[in-house]
């Protein structure tokens, strides 16, 4: 049995058990740097991009290599600067996500080939996408069972009636990345967009309580069905794929590291990662635990 590093800190383990992606403690005040000696993951502030920063992490000690965790940065604004200018060398990303983000003007592929290809064309030179797992975590608009049967709703499409009488919630960035698309695609216009701070962990809550009708709730989170929820089929594919991906500096990862992340996302499903998040959001386990019990199984 590999050891468990338990290495978040109390105040991001209380944020876990409120169902929320974040931390009191800043995790870049750690030591440390992209020396070639040291490999720095990083990750979102949300559970399931710490869980995978997780995963990560510990496939690369399994294969000997030194490791550095900065976990729950923030959003990708904020992230995706620190990969950029050195501060970190790994982090999970999601294919189409990222493809939204460095070209939001781009039509998402309908492969994960297609996807990766256009990812990387605008990518700067130093970082690079490796092999994508076959897991996704897809952004999707959720709503409750009693909201879809009143609505008739089973797809995005079917909101386009009733969306002015709805208020929506997501992630904070959620409204700049997709009001527009949303609109433009389906034709879509919301009562209000109401913005989560804590990542996304509060929306199934608030579908639950009626605070918004329509969520932004990442595919992979069990309440999903734990809560009965309904995930309105994607007809038009604005959301595109969300392959989890890892996204790394090339000056930093040596062939070693490189065959420890191609060689997980080779074993990791959807299924598998559904798994995992309840074990982390309903069962209250530490990410670090759930990543090592995964590795053990799988190893890389």
């Given amino acids: 049995m590999r050891p468990l590093k338990i290495l978040l800190g109390a105040a991001l383990l209380a944020t876990f058990a409120a169902g929320c992606g974040g931390s009191e403690d800043n995790p870049l005040d750690s030591t440390g740097s992209t020396d070639g000696k040291t490999v720095v993951v990083g990750s979102a502030a949300f559970p399931g991009n710490i869980l995978l920063a997780e995963l990560y992490a510990g496939a690369l000690e399994d294969k000997g290599l030194k490791v550095e965790r900065k976990l729950g940065i923030g959003e990708r604004e904020v992230y995706y600067k620190l990969l950029e200018n050195g501060e970190l060398t790994v982090l999970p990303e999601y294919n189409g996500a990222l493809l939204a983000y460095l070209d939001p003007e781009a039509?998402?592929?309908?492969?994960?080939?297609?996807?990766?290809?256009?990812?990387?064309?605008?990518?700067?030179?130093?970082?690079?996408?490796?092999?994508?797992?076959?897991?996704?975590?897809?952004?999707?608009?959720?709503?409750?069972?009693?909201?879809?049967?009143?609505?008739?709703?089973?797809?995005?499409?079917?909101?386009?009636?009733?969306?002015?009488?709805?208020?929506?919630?997501?992630?904070?960035?959620?409204?700049?990345?997709?009001?527009?698309?949303?609109?433009?695609?389906?034709?879509?216009?919301?009562?209000?967009?109401?913005?989560?701070?804590?990542?996304?962990?509060?929306?199934?809550?608030?579908?639950?309580?009626?605070?918004?009708?329509?969520?932004?709730?990442?595919?992979?989170?069990?309440?999903?069905?734990?809560?009965?929820?309904?995930?309105?089929?994607?007809?038009?594919?604005?959301?595109?794929?969300?392959?989890?991906?890892?996204?790394?500096?090339?000056?930093?990862?040596?062939?070693?590291?490189?065959?420890?992340?191609?060689?997980?996302?080779?074993?990791?499903?959807?299924?598998?990662?559904?798994?995992?998040?309840?074990k982390v959001a309903v069962d209250k386990t530490d990410p670090a635990k759930v990543a090592a019990e995964w590795l053990d199984a799988h190893p890389v």
């Fill in 107 to 278: 039509e998402l592929p309908a492969t994960t080939e297609e996807t990766n290809q256009a990812a990387s064309a605008k990518l700067p030179a130093g970082l690079k996408l490796l092999k994508s797992a076959e897991a996704q975590d897809n952004d999707s608009l959720t709503v409750t069972s009693e909201t879809a049967e009143k609505h008739g709703l089973k797809t995005i499409e079917d909101l386009k009636d009733a969306a002015g009488e709805l208020t929506v919630g997501g992630p904070a960035p959620f409204e700049q990345r997709f009001k527009d698309k949303l609109t433009d695609v389906y034709g879509l216009t919301f009562k209000e967009w109401v913005p989560d701070r804590s990542g996304g962990g509060n929306i199934p809550t608030w579908l639950k309580s009626d605070k918004v009708q329509v969520g932004n709730v990442f595919t992979a989170n069990p309440a999903i069905v734990l809560d009965g929820l309904v995930v309105l089929e994607d007809t038009k594919g604005v959301f595109g794929l969300q392959n989890v991906t890892p996204l790394v500096r090339e000056d930093g990862i040596d062939p070693a590291a490189a065959e420890a992340l191609d060689g997980l996302s080779a074993q990791l499903t959807t299924e598998g990662l559904q798994e995992m998040m309840k």
